[in-house]
């Protein structure tokens, strides 16, 4: 085992079993600090269901997850996402009624005051996030749309407004689950050249079908199939495997 | 960045200035309304009116910006004034500290209640509610300070703070009044507050809330607790008023027309609860001849409220003076 790198997430034989169905079967992982990390393989390979584990939305059937040096296996989500590491979600997540300002802003709130008990005092104490929601809005290119409701931007804008509400977190290590997905080619164009700009100070795990993309970001990529890591690499080693050649053609074009 | 924020900012103020004169408007023509109104309505029928509008905004508290819908509200509205009324009656308390006996006792049970309910979503969290609403109204049944069927009569009004007799409708009005704007403006502030802000994130996409760090629950036991006490208040203030605390209160038809009030006034809007209880109440005092029909009526109101206006009498109205 490779103990001299800094590795900042490393699991050990993860599992997770569905009423007798493994959909992620001993995976071990190791990220290092710093990169660029890419999960990839066919559909129901058990990419997102990793991702719920090392979240905490899902509980392992065993094995462990260490992050920063600390074991997160038995902690809430809630506190995983205090610690730095936080997600995304494959389905656009944001608050769809809220505008594009207050989805920034209450992920400052939770950064700046930890926990916001208090119904009895005026939310324009909040105001005070206002500027700095604004520059994570523009970072993302969003600045014409800082007052409209979620709801009404075109799919690849949510996407660029659900990052910049993560980064509002100031994050450690992002999870990015299929950040590209669904998006046209100038969307995805600039998601990948925004993951690359956030990516220059944390560390960034993610699942992605794209392979150019993954192929354009990845420092390393691990290729997972029925729940188990097939190789792992930077992107020349790993399409170069021929068994991750026949994973993908024998299962279809990712 | 000062450059990109003044001018956003300048136009951030735009949509909500709008939304926040119309709501000082209503406001005051809410207070001015409830200010005349006994004058020229009985006020009795106004004073349970405003107790019911106070319970309704509860509720919509929860369901209307916590997205929980619970159907058992009627375990804080009628135990807080039974309680209230056995502490005027029995042990003799003033009429505020009545009332705040009987708040108490709906925050325990929100409190009770709350942490067994959150742990459930959607229907099952409001099958949760309905179930031990009904519990307790078994509860409140057999038990013999309640009065069963009988409930408890005859609660004396009493002095407020030991010095001003209630016994005349009009001061009790004034009581009622002060209690009723209270309550309003406490569940306006918290529907705007930090916590209030939280609460929404969490109507709107909860996953989303807790991967940002937000322990959901926590908030959404608190949201509970805050509303059954401000049902609580609503109850206790009913049993003075009313000088009566009995098992229609404490009853599962109590959540329904709660819910229909809600819905009929309009749900997530901060006037119409209010507007709901008048509505509702009214009608069920104008149409007391035609008997149990008032419920067949009832049924049809909600039903075409559903259909037609999803958004409530005030949600309607909001939508028109948007376009």
């Known amino acids: ?254 | 960045m000062d450059t990109t924020t003044s001018p956003v900012m300048t136009g951030a103020a735009a949509p909500s200035m709008v939304r926040r004169n119309g709501e000082t408007i209503g406001f005051v023509i809410m207070v001015a309304a409830l200010i005349v109104a006994p004058f020229f309505v009985y006020p009795l029928f106004l004073m349970q009116a405003m107790c019911f509008a106070l319970f309704a905004c509860a509720f919509n508290l929860l369901i209307g910006y916590g997205g929980l819908l619970s159907f058992g509200h009627a375990l804080y509205f009628g135990w807080a004034s039974y309680l209230a009324a056995h502490a005027a009656k029995v042990w003799g308390l003033t009429p505020e500290l009545a009332i705040l006996t009987g708040t108490a006792t709906a925050a325990v049970f929100g409190l009770a209640a709350g942490s067994l309910a959150i742990r459930r979503q959607g229907i099952y969290f409001a099958m949760i509610t309905l179930a031990l609403a009904q519990m307790m109204y078994f509860v409140a049944l057999r038990m013999k300070f309640t009065g069963g069927e009988d409930g408890i009569q005859a609660v004396p009004r009493g002095h407020l703070f030991g010095v001003i007799d209630l016994t005349n409708d009009m001061t009790m009005y004034v009581v009622v009044l002060v209690i009723f704007l209270a309550g309003f403006m406490l569940i306006y502030r918290i529907i705007h507050s930090p916590f209030g802000e939280v609460l929404k994130a969490i109507r709107e996409n909860e996953p989303r809330a807790v991967s940002l760090g937000y322990k959901t629950e926590r908030y959404k036991l608190i949201a509970f607790m805050l509303s059954a006490t401000l049902a609580g208040v609503a109850g206790s203030t009913k049993a003075i008023t009313m000088q009566i605390a009995s098992l229609t209160d404490v009853n599962w038809p109590m959540s329904g027309e709660v819910v229909l009030m809600t819905l009929v006034g309009g749900l997530g809007t901060i006037f119409g609860p209010v507007v709901g209880a008048f509505v509702i109440l009214f009608m069920q005092f104008k149409l007391s001849v035609v008997g149990e029909w008032v419920l067949v009526i009832q049924g049809v109101i909600f039903v075409t409220c559903v259909l037609l206006f999803r958004r409530g009498i005030v949600g309607e109205i909001a939508a028109l003076f948007k376009r």
């Open chain 1, 1 to 254: 085992m490779p103990v001299e790198v800094d590795l900042i997430l490393v699991t050990e034989g993860l599992t997770k079993d569905f009423a007798g169905f493994t959909a992620v079967g001993g995976v071990d992982l190791q990220v290092r600090r710093g990169t660029i990390h890419a999960l990839i393989g066919p559909n129901g390979a058990g990419k997102t269901t990793c991702f719920n584990l090392l979240t905490k939305f899902l509980s392992p059937s065993s094995g462990r997850i260490v992050y920063n040096g600390r074991d997160i296996t038995a902690m809430q989500p809630a506190d995983v996402a205090r610690l730095g590491l936080v997600r995304s979600f494959q389905i656009s997540a944001v608050f769809p009624h809220m505008t594009v300002l207050e989805n920034v802003r209450i992920a400052l709130q939770r950064l700046k005051r930890g926990s916001s008990f208090d119904f009895w005092r005026s939310k324009s104490v909040l105001d005070e996030y206002n500027d700095r929601a604004l520059s994570l809005i523009d970072d993302v290119g969003l600045s014409d749309y800082a007052l409209a409701n979620a709801v009404e931007l075109p799919y690849g804008r949510k996407r660029a407004l659900e990052i910049a509400t993560t980064l509002a977190l100031e994050p450690d290590m992002l999870l990015l689950d299929e950040p590209t997905a669904g998006m046209g080619h100038e969307d995805i164009a600039r998601i990948a050249d925004l993951i690359k700009r956030v990516a220059k100070n944390r560390t960034v795990l993610m699942v992605e079908h794209n392979l150019s993309v993954v192929a354009d970001l990845s420092d390393t990529i691990t290729v997972l199939t029925r729940g188990r890591v097939l190789a792992e690499g930077d992107y020349a080693t790993v399409s170069n495997n021929p068994e991750v050649r026949e994973a993908y053609m024998g299962v279809g074009h990712a």
